[in-house]
């Protein structure tokens, strides 16, 4: 109750666009206000902008937009440090010829962190394995998000002296990067195997569902565990708009994810899509328990019917609740 809200702020005072110049309004948890234009707290933590930046090129890429490219915008896998990550590394000088045939490889990649893509699986190993040589100072392993992608990105760019890193006593940016591919690719290839184009994305970057709190119980028999929990590569990253987030302090595993995708054309209600990442019913014995999951993974949508006329032509099965029976 300490930490409860004291009055409210008045409707009439919250941020708002009306009809923006652009057409559209982009909100990515990104800040949506100035601090000088709007006097109430919003929250204390936000997004550094990075999927916001990235919907709002993919909504201009396109002259009029329809149901499927707007699926195409929340599945895109875009990790924006491969932007300025992957010629850092081209531009290094390496000892290890294999290690340079190694880049080489790594830069003909797209930058898209799909699920069958071998150089997501290697960039991203990279990418975790960085942030402790970058950020040693800190009390804690950063997470590699949004705000570590701003701030390495204006070190490989200014090539700052911030790159130091104590305990190996150096503040050369090219030996940090080179330790930290090395580390990522033994990571890798102690994981996935030695063939490179054998590694996939989605097998690092698993999302697992546990069911609370049955799932997160010890049972005797792996058997009921599985039965209530699930899980599913996938593809995605922190700062894509498919934003299926991980902790690089913990591991690749999904950490955060978008629990539903929903798409509304207003001109055919008829038309909606969604799709959620497990299914309808809490029952693990229900066909409908985990029966999206696959489809959410994939980026695909089931179709969300809304006149009377269309739901009832879609109608699968009917409970009907009738009071006190």
């Known amino acids: 109750a300490a930490y409860d809200w004291l ?17 559209f309004i982009v909100s990515a948890n990104n800040p949506v206000t100035q601090p000088d234009d709007f006097p109430y707290p919003l929250a204390s933590v936000f ?31 875009h ?28 830069s003909t990649w797209d930058g898209q962190n799909d699920a069958a893509s071998p150089q997501a699986a290697l960039f991203n190993a990279f990418w975790a394995a960085l942030m402790p040589l970058v950020f040693d100072e800190l009390p804690f392993v950063a997470a590699g998000d949004a ?11 200014s090539r700052s002296l911030l790159w130091e890193n104590a305990a190996l006593n150096t503040s ?12 990522a690719r033994d990571a890798v290839v102690g994981t996935l195997g030695p063939d490179r184009e054998g590694w996939r994305w989605a097998d690092l970057h698993l999302a697992a569902f546990r069911h609370d709190p049955l799932g997160w119980m010890t049972w005797p028999d792996d058997a009921v565990t599985q039965r209530f929990n699930r899980e599913i590569g ?27 995708r929903f798409i509304v054309d207003f001109g055919d209600l008829d038309g909606t899509l969604g799709v959620l990442s497990l299914g309808q019913s809490g029952d693990p014995a229900s066909p409908h328990y985990a029966d999206q999951m696959p489809l959410w993974a994939s980026g695909q949508y089931i179709p969300l019917p809304s006149s009377p006329a269309a739901v009832q032509a879609a109608a699968q099965q009917t409970w ?3 009071p006190g029976e």
Not at 61 to 67: I, S, V, Y
Not at 79 to 106: G, I, T
Not at 147 to 157: G, H, I, K, R, T
Not at 172 to 183: I, V
């Open 320 to 322: 009907l609740l009738q």
């Open 7 to 23: 009055g409210y702020v008045d409707f009439a005072e919250n941020p708002r666009l009306f009809n923006p110049p652009a057409g």
């Open 172 to 183: 050369d940016p090219a030996l940090l990067m080179t330790l930290a591919l090395e580390r």
């Open 47 to 77: 997004d550094f902008g990075f999927r916001a930046a990235r919907i709002e090129a993919l909504l201009l890429a396109t002259e009029q937009h329809t149901p499927a490219s707007f699926a195409a915008i929340q599945n895109d896998n």
């Open 234 to 260: 996938v593809s995605g990253g922190a700062t894509s708009p498919n934003a299926t987030g991980y902790d690089a302090a913990l591991g690749l595993e999904v950490s955060w994810l978008p629990s539903m």
């Open 79 to 106: 990790h924006p440090a491969a932007d300025f990550m992957l010629p850092a590394l081209a531009a290094l000088d390496y000892q290890d010829p294999a290690l340079a045939e190694l880049v080489a490889w790594l």
């Open 147 to 157: 705000l570590e992608v701003y701030q390495l990105s204006q070190l490989v760019q």
